[in-house]
Each structure stands twice: as structure tokens, then as C-alpha cells.
């Protein structure tokens, strides 16, 4: 029985001096994070992408429910319906469906309804959500999903790019041919889509600026 049973924290205390070094070197290569939009097809191996989902699904979770489902996809013929489905959401949300002010604020990302990056990318990893478990029949209830599954995908962002890969967050919406496509019950909803691989030769990403510690750090 999991319920009420205790078992000692697996944890060593680092130096104060190894602490701020973890941070810093953490920090730093988190830093050079970027979401990529064009990938090689160059392969990825089904134990790194194993590994990354894993980290992911270590995520601390509401009454830890793990509300979540990957499906790791790697078929082409799969890809290819995913790329179709949204390519065909995508030109409606870019003819008519965004605002002006919407489509004003991705003119410096350069993008449009084209998703070449979901047949480039070795893989596609799909996070599902899942707002209730089916259980014997019944439904039993899951708590702060959303805020859960986010962490998760904040997990997997990172370990994506500490693997020495990249990846995109990529929202089609809306996104049910996911769930359709895939085949995923009735309690998983298609949270996030995330092409996942190398990027390709001399790519190149929109220059951004991160906000200051002063605009997003408040000290009481
Ligand atoms: C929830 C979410 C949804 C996003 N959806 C898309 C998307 O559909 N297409 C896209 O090209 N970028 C998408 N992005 C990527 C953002 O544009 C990107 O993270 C942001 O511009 C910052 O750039 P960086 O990730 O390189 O730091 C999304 C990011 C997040 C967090």
C-alpha cells in the first residue's frame, strides 16, 4: 500500500559554494534556450526520447494524479496526418481566426501557416492532459492539471535542451485532431505538440530580449 507509507529523502546537502555554482551553471545553459523552428531529419535514438519523457513524467503533480499521457511519434505516416490536420487549422487561424493585434505580434517570428518542422523533426512528442482518470468504468477526478502538466512540459523543454537537442512549443489550434489521430480516450486532451531533434544547418532565430530581473523579480 502507497497510502501512509514514509521512506527517507534521498538527499545530500551540496555546499553553500556548489549550491550557487549548480544555479549558475544551471541558469546559464538554460539561458541558451531557444525554441526552434526548423529541424534536421537526422535520427534520434528511442532511449533519448525515452529519457526525456521520463524526466518529464517525474514532474510533481496535483495529489500526485500525473495527469498526463506522451505519445512519442516517430511514424511518418502519422506525422504527416498531424502536419495535414494543423497546417489546415493554421491557415484558418492565420486568415481570419487571430486578431490584428495577434498576427501583429508573431510578424517578428516570421511564421505562417506552413509546418514543415512536424515531418522534419524525427520526433513529435504530444502531451496529453487528462482532467479525469477512467478507472474499472468510473471517473475519478484530478487536481491542478493544468498547472501539473505545464511543469511537466517544463521539465521536458529542459531536458530536451540539456540533452544538446531542440525543440518547439507548438499550440495548433485548437488542437482535438491530436486526440483523433492518435486515438487517445475520452478523459486526454492534446496539451501541447513538441517536434523534437536536431536543428538544421545554419538555422536562424528571431532575435529576442529576455525581461530584466527588475521587470519579472520582486523582493519582499
Ligand atoms: C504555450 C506556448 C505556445 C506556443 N505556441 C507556439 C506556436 O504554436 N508556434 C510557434 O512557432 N511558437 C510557439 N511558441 C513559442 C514561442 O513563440 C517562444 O517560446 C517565444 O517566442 C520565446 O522564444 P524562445 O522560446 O526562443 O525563448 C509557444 C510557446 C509557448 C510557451
Request: hydrophobic share 40%.
Given at each position: ?66 495527469p ?61 492532459k487528462?482532467s ?10 484530478n487536481?491542478?492539471v493544468s ?74
Amino acid at each position: 500500500m502507497e497510502n501512509k507509507t514514509f521512506v527517507p529523502l534521498d538527499y545530500h546537502p551540496p555546499s553553500e559554494s556548489e549550491i550557487l555554482e549548480n544555479t549558475f551553471d544551471f541558469r546559464t545553459q538554460m539561458d541558451k534556450r531557444r525554441s526552434v523552428r526548423f529541424f534536421s531529419d537526422r535520427n534520434v535514438p528511442v532511449e533519448v526520447i525515452r529519457n526525456v519523457v521520463m524526466t518529464a513524467s517525474s514532474a510533481p503533480s496535483g495529489a500526485h494524479k500525473q495527469p498526463w499521457t506522451f505519445c512519442a511519434v516517430s511514424d511518418m505516416d502519422i506525422k504527416i496526418k498531424i502536419r495535414e490536420a494543423a497546417e489546415k487549422e493554421e491557415y484558418e487561424n492565420y486568415h481570419g481566426r487571430m486578431s490584428d493585434e495577434w498576427l501583429k505580434d508573431l510578424e517578428k517570428f516570421d511564421t505562417n501557416w506552413h509546418k514543415e518542422f512536424l515531418t522534419q523533426a524525427p520526433w513529435l512528442i504530444v502531451i496529453f492532459k487528462k482532467s479525469y482518470d477512467l478507472n474499472n468504468g468510473g471517473k475519478t477526478k484530478n487536481y491542478y492539471v493544468s498547472e501539473s502538466v505545464g511543469i511537466a512540459a517544463g521539465f521536458l523543454i529542459a531536458a530536451i535542451h540539456l540533452a544538446g537537442l531542440v525543440t518547439l512549443t507548438h499550440t495548433p489550434s485548437p488542437m482535438n485532431f491530436l486526440q483523433e489521430i492518435l486515438g487517445r480516450p475520452e478523459n486526454e486532451k492534446p496539451f501541447l505538440l513538441l517536434p523534437v531533434g536536431y536543428p538544421s544547418d545554419g538555422v536562424v532565430v528571431p532575435h529576442l530580449v529576455r525581461k530584466a530581473e527588475q521587470d519579472v523579480l520582486c523582493w519582499f
